[in-house]
Each structure stands twice: as C-alpha cells, then as structure tokens.
C-alpha cells in the first residue's frame, strides 16, 4: 500500500475505535463503525490488486481519497456533535467582535454589499469549492500522476489535522444564522440551500475546510504548473471571501482555514521524501521483493561511503 492509502485506512480504523468505545451505542453509530472498516478494507483491497485491476478500477484507485475525504467531513461534523451536546459559537462571535473592535465581518460585508448579483456571485464562488476539487483532480490525472499523488497526500493531511479539531472543538458556525438576508430565487443561492439542507455541517466551522482545501489545491497546481495556478487563483479567494459573505463561516475561521493548509503542506512535504510515490502508480516490473533488494542495496552502499569517509 502506498502512504495515502496507510493515512486512509489508520483514519477509518481511528473513527471506528471512536464510535467503538467514545460515542453512546446506537444504530447509527454501529453501522458508521461497520463502514469505516468496509471501507478500510476496500482500500486495501484496491491496493493489493492494482497490477490486475481493469482501467476504470485503475482510475478509481488513484483518485479516491478525493471522493472519500468530503464525505469524512460529514461524518466528522456528526461525531461532533455525538460527542458534544452544546457548541461554542457564542463564545467565537464575541472573540470575533473583540477581534475586529465590536464587528462580525459576517453580519458587515452583507449589509455593506447588498446587491443580488453579488450575493448570486458569492454563492457560485462558494460552490466552487467542488470544481475546485475536481478540476485540480482531472488536470493532474492528465497530466501527472505524481503530482497527483502528492495532491492527494497534502489534501489527507489538511483534512486529518483540521478533523481533529472539528472532533475537540465544536463550532457550528453562523449558517444558522442567515435568516432571510440571502432569500432571492437565483440558481447558486438555491444549490446552496439545498446541500446545506439535506447534510449535516453542524460542528466543522473552526477552521474553514473549504479555504484550507482551496488554497492547498492552489499551491499544489501552482507547483506543478503555474498556469493551472492562475486559472485556479479567482476561485480560490472567491471560495475564501464567500465563506464569510455568505455567513457559512466566522471570519477567524477564514484565517485558521489558511494556516492549516500552510503547516498541512509543509507536513505533508517533509513526509513525502520519506515515502515512495511509485507505490501508487505499481508498474508491473516493480514487485515488493525487488523494492526490497533496492532498499537494501542503497543502504549497505550508504553504510560503505561512510566507512570510506571515517564516519
């Protein structure tokens, strides 16, 4: 298994022990304990059969860690609230109006900026957040699987390091909050409305997801290629400023969101060198033994120049 698998299958198998020994038995917890391990197993399943899988297979195999991840966030929103009967949301907004000397940019940016053509445009920035996504997926599949690979492990880093607050620290977030401020009949407000009332965000509000996985698909088309980069870039701070234009986040979120995605890429970096991307891509010809003999063959070769140069 390569290492996005191993970060995959450990966060499955972690969730199942909290819903296993954290959250009050139920019939929804059981069944969510039951599908983390399916899901486990479907993963390494996919890993050890990669040589013979067909090509759609092949393709599902290198890109599902994009289809899982958001789906986590969901389960991650309601374990939160499983494990916490009361949010801290009064205590974020009264942070945040001492923060920004008695205003809510929230409440601010939509009285300041009124107009219905701009709430229409904040909402179609805040859905972006999905072509995002997938437009950074597709580019890379085409073009790169390495970088691909390396998006994929950047992302699970962010979205581990940012689950693990949403579990210790729950904050709702002040989409409860809209009232009628943002009722008008225009397409994207109405998408909007509609995923956020049939899913459960409750309790993933701090830090904002949505930025720290815009600006981490960002940097790493940046990487790669700058022109994707800046194709991507109006998007990405449309995703940031909507966030909050659109009250689905505080503005402290905001900031946090950016600051995971800086430390997530940075550890997500310095873990890369130490792991062994060809993993994912297993040509045929690369068999764990002769992996195996490689590695050991460039240690004993390590060890000898250290011995030639009196280490």
């Given amino acids: ?47 050890a059969t990669y040589d013979r899988l067909p090509g759609p297979l092949r393709l599902l195999r290198r890109n599902y860690g994009f289809f899982l991840m958001p789906q986590a966030f969901l389960d991650i929103c309601r374990l939160s609230g499983l494990l916490h009967p009361v949010f801290l949301d009064p205590e974020f907004r009264e942070f945040e109006r001492r923060l920004f ?23 179609l920035f805040y859905f972006s957040y999905f072509p995002i996504i997938a437009g950074s997926a597709l580019a890379l599949e085409l073009r790169s699987h390495p970088a691909l690979y390396r998006l994929q492990i950047r992302l699970a880093v962010v ?23 943002y009722l008008q009949a225009t397409p994207f407000v109405a998408v909007m409305d509609y995923i956020y009332a049939k899913t459960h965000h409750f309790g993933g509000a701090f830090p ?22 800046w194709v991507c870039l109006p998007f990405t701070l449309g995703v940031t400023v909507s966030t909050v234009y659109c009250r689905y986040h505080y503005a402290i979120d905001i900031f946090a969101g950016m600051a995971f995605s800086a430390v997530g ?14 993993a994912l891509l297993a040509p045929r010809d690369a068999t764990a033994g002769s992996r195996l003999r490689s590695g050991w063959a460039s240690i004993r070769r390590r060890l000898g120049e250290g011995r030639i140069n009196g280490e």
């Avoid at 600006?215 to 940046?222: F, I, N, Q």
């Fill in 1 to 47: 298994m390569g290492p996005i698998d191993l970060l995959i299958v450990g966060w499955c198998v972690f969730l199942a022990g909290v819903h296993s020994f954290v959250v009050p038995p139920t019939a929804v917890v059981g069944s969510s304990v039951v599908g983390y391990l399916l899901v486990a197993g479907g993963i390494v399943l996919l890993a």
């Fill in 265 to 278: 890429i940075r550890l997500a970096d310095r873990l890369y060198p130490l792991l062994d991307p060809a």
């Fill in 159 to 181: 979205w581990i390091m940012a689950s693990l607050v949403y579990i210790a620290l729950p904050v709702a977030g002040p989409h409860a909050l809209r009232g009628d401020d």
């Fill in 208 to 229: 904002s997801s949505h930025v720290a996985v815009a600006w981490t698909c960002w940097a790493s088309l940046r990487a790669y290629d700058r022109r994707y980069a």
């Fill in 101 to 123: 000397l008695g205003v809510e940019p929230a409440w601010w940016m939509r009285e300041a900026l009124p107009w219905p053509w701009f709430n229409e445009a904040m909402h």
